[in-house]
């Protein structure tokens, strides 16, 4: 394997005399915001999916003794044929990011196989499709029960200083690398919710498809310290399995993105920050401040997509959710969101903040992620046949209408959102308060992130990019509003002493 810059190279291993004057087609850009991307032909195709992403979701935390695997994410191999509707858009996903990709000609002189019988070089693409792939996986997290500007990182900071709650996701945050950082913050969320929010859920909907786990019995912390269940840990997107084995080397996707499936939730910040080279076993080169960053709100069927080695996470003490407007052009009618009576409205507040995954690999398969099992593909419920004609796949009844799972609206992935504002932020002055200081774990080493502006500076942004249409826009940052400290590696140890 020849990594280029923490990705797997594109070319294969007889590039063109000229490729190092090419820039690489993907990614295309740093960030890209696309409204409206996905939609679904009704509310109940809308509702089923969503539940097929509850129960992935769920399935992703059970124990082995569960029947379920532990596995973080899910791989769709490139050529391998969806079994059912999630597949189905992770494969939508990355064809609409890949397939664009220009060939090659193979111009290698002393390969004969790189010629035509007419003579004429042979056309290549720019990736094996033998070993690229979508890696997928959903989040569904509880929004804060009250969306409203009291639910703040201030309040948070003075409980713990008070000593009367203790972050649950902070203590967490100390496992041993990023993406068990991610499962296990997950995990605390599942952790914070009530049984009450199964027992709510009308016949025939079942957000939630299984309320047998010990671990949702256990003492719920929702009624005191909800207000950050959605918020979701810096991190970086990489092979973390490939890391365990060459510590100095972090491997990442091409590409990125986030879909959103509810219009609820803290918005996700993208920041222009790379992880250490091989060359900084200290990571002492993720010290300092960022300068630049997006920061995207969810809204129903939006996608975004970003270069696949930045750093990013749902800070959302800083950054909060912002409830949508009734006259919002992107939110649907009222009626049209609610079914029949006595179903529920899992858009409105008090729902959850549902996201669907996708990282595009190229030329790699992270080692540690595996296709869906065939156990919970025959669980998901979604009415869906195979787009393919030959392939016989389907979960659909006799005689029930043929109608695709969801619409993927994107004919162009060059053609995204215009981002025409930007949001600017200047640290602090002496006579105000920056916002406060948080701990995390990052490439293995506890960091502090620093937000040098004042708090109303941070939430006035979420304001203005939950405003803006499309509901993302680029943040430029002065010296010191968002900075990172690095501190000693993170131990094992630490996490075993919060267990």
Same mark, same amino acid.
């Given at each position: 394997?020849?990594?280029?810059?923490?990705? +797997?190279?594109?070319?294969?291993?007889?590039?063109?005399?000229?490729?190092?004057?090419?820039?690489?087609?993907?990614?295309?850009?740093?960030?890209?915001?696309?409204?409206?991307?996905?939609?679904?032909?009704?509310?109940?195709?809308?509702?089923?999916?969503?539940?097929?992403?509850?129960?992935?979701?769920?399935?992703?935390?059970?124990?082995?003794?569960?029947?379920?695997?532990?596995?973080?994410?899910?791989?769709?191999?490139?050529?391998?044929?969806?079994?059912?509707?999630?597949?189905?858009?992770?494969?939508?996903?990355?064809?609409?990011?890949?397939?664009?990709?220009?060939?090659?000609?193979?111009?290698?002189?002393?390969?004969?196989?790189?010629?035509?019988?007419?003579?004429? $070089?042979?056309?290549?693409?720019?990736?094996?499709?033998?070993?690229?792939?979508?890696?997928?996986?959903?989040?569904?997290?509880?929004?804060?029960?009250? $969306?409203? %500007?009291?639910?703040?990182?201030? $309040?948070?900071?003075?409980?713990?200083?008070?000593?009367? %709650?203790?972050?649950?996701?902070?203590?967490?945050?100390?496992?041993?690398?990023?993406?068990?950082?991610?499962?296990?913050?997950?995990?605390?969320?599942?952790?914070?919710?009530?049984?009450?929010?199964?027992?709510?859920?009308?016949?025939?909907?079942?957000?939630?498809?299984?309320?047998?786990?010990?671990?949702?019995?256990?003492?719920?912390?929702?009624?005191?310290?909800?207000?950050?269940?959605?918020?979701?840990?810096?991190?970086?997107?990489?092979?973390? =399995?490939?890391?365990?084995?060459?510590?100095?080397?972090?491997?990442? +996707?091409?590409?990125?993105?986030?879909?959103?499936?509810?219009?609820?939730?803290?918005?996700?910040?993208?920041?222009?920050?790379?992880?250490?080279?091989?060359?900084?076993?200290?990571?002492?080169?993720?010290?300092?401040?960022?300068?630049?960053?997006?920061?995207?709100?969810?809204?129903? =069927?939006?996608?975004?997509?970003?270069?696949?080695?930045?750093?990013?996470?749902?800070?959302?003490?800083?950054?909060?959710?912002?409830?949508?407007?009734?006259?919002?052009?992107?939110?649907?009618?009222?009626?049209?969101?609610?079914?029949?009576?006595?179903?529920?409205?899992?858009?409105?507040?008090?729902?959850?903040?549902?996201?669907?995954?996708? #990282?595009?690999?190229?030329?790699?398969?992270?080692?540690?992620?595996?296709?869906?099992?065939?156990?919970?593909?025959?669980?998901?419920?979604?009415?869906?046949?195979? +787009?393919?004609?030959?392939?016989?796949?389907? #979960?659909?009844?006799?005689?029930?209408?043929?109608?695709?799972?969801?619409?993927?609206?994107?004919?162009?992935?060059?053609?995204?959102?215009?981002?025409?504002?930007?949001?600017?932020?200047?640290?602090?002055?002496?006579?105000?308060?920056?916002?406060?200081?948080?701990?995390?774990?990052?490439?293995?080493?506890?960091?502090?992130?620093?937000?040098?502006?004042?708090?109303?500076?941070?939430?006035?942004?979420?304001?203005?990019?939950?405003?803006?249409? =499309?509901?993302?826009? +680029?943040?430029?940052?002065?010296?010191?509003?968002?900075?990172?400290?690095?501190?000693?590696?993170?131990?094992?140890?630490?996490?075993?002493?919060?267990?």
């Amino acid at each position: 394997m020849i990594i280029d810059e923490g990705f +797997p190279v594109l070319n294969n291993f007889k590039p063109n005399k000229d490729d190092e004057k090419k820039k690489d087609p993907i990614p295309r850009c740093q960030f890209a915001s696309y409204t409206n991307a996905v939609s679904m032909p009704s509310v109940e195709h809308r509702t089923s999916f969503l539940n097929d992403c509850s129960m992935v979701f769920n399935a992703r935390t059970k124990e082995d003794s569960e029947g379920y695997s532990t596995g973080s994410t899910y791989f769709l191999p490139c050529h391998m044929p969806p079994r059912c509707a999630l597949e189905e858009l992770a494969q939508a996903i990355f064809k609409a990011h890949v397939d664009t990709l220009e060939e090659y000609e193979d111009t290698a002189d002393d390969n004969d196989d790189s010629k035509l019988d007419n003579g004429s $070089n042979k056309k290549k693409l720019l990736y094996d499709p033998e070993r690229s792939g979508a890696e997928w996986w959903t989040l569904v997290l509880d929004t804060p029960s009250s $969306n409203n %500007e009291e639910s703040t990182g201030a $309040n948070k900071k003075d409980d713990n200083e008070d000593g009367e %709650e203790e972050d649950i996701v902070a203590k967490w945050a100390k496992g041993k690398n990023e993406h068990k950082v991610q499962s296990s913050i997950e995990m605390a969320a599942l952790l914070k919710r009530s049984k009450k929010d199964y027992e709510d859920l009308p016949a025939g909907f079942n957000l939630y498809n299984d309320t047998s786990d010990d671990r949702l019995n256990a003492e719920s912390d929702s009624d005191d310290s909800d207000d950050d269940d959605d918020e979701v840990g810096m991190h970086f997107d990489a092979d973390y =399995g490939l890391e365990e084995q060459l510590p100095t080397h972090t491997l990442h +996707p091409r590409v990125a993105t986030i879909t959103y499936l509810s219009d609820l939730g803290v918005p996700t910040i993208i920041l222009d920050k790379r992880p250490p080279p091989p060359s900084d076993p200290e990571k002492q080169s993720l010290n300092g401040s960022i300068k630049k960053a997006w920061l995207s709100h969810p809204s129903m =069927g939006k996608h975004v997509s970003f270069d696949g080695r930045l750093l990013h996470g749902a800070p959302g003490s800083y950054f909060p959710s912002i409830p949508k407007k009734s006259n919002d052009s992107t939110s649907e009618p009222q009626a049209k969101r609610l079914k029949t009576e006595g179903d529920v409205d899992i858009f409105s507040s008090g729902g959850k903040r549902i996201t669907f995954l996708v #990282n595009i690999w190229l030329n790699h398969c992270p080692i540690d992620s595996e296709p869906l099992e065939d156990d919970i593909v025959k669980k998901l419920t979604t009415p869906w046949e195979a +787009p393919i004609p030959e392939d016989t796949k389907c #979960n659909l009844k006799v005689g029930d209408p043929i109608i695709p799972a969801f619409k993927w609206n994107i004919n162009d992935i060059e053609t995204s959102d215009k981002l025409s504002n930007c949001i600017s932020l200047s640290k602090a002055s002496d006579s105000e308060e920056p916002a406060g200081e948080e701990g995390v774990v990052i490439c293995n080493r506890e960091v502090d992130i620093l937000f040098g502006a004042p708090m109303k500076d941070f939430h006035d942004a979420s304001k203005q990019a939950a405003s803006s249409e =499309g509901g993302s826009l +680029p943040i430029d940052m002065e010296e010191g509003v968002f900075t990172l400290k690095v501190g000693k590696e993170a131990s094992s140890d630490d996490e075993e002493d919060d267990e």
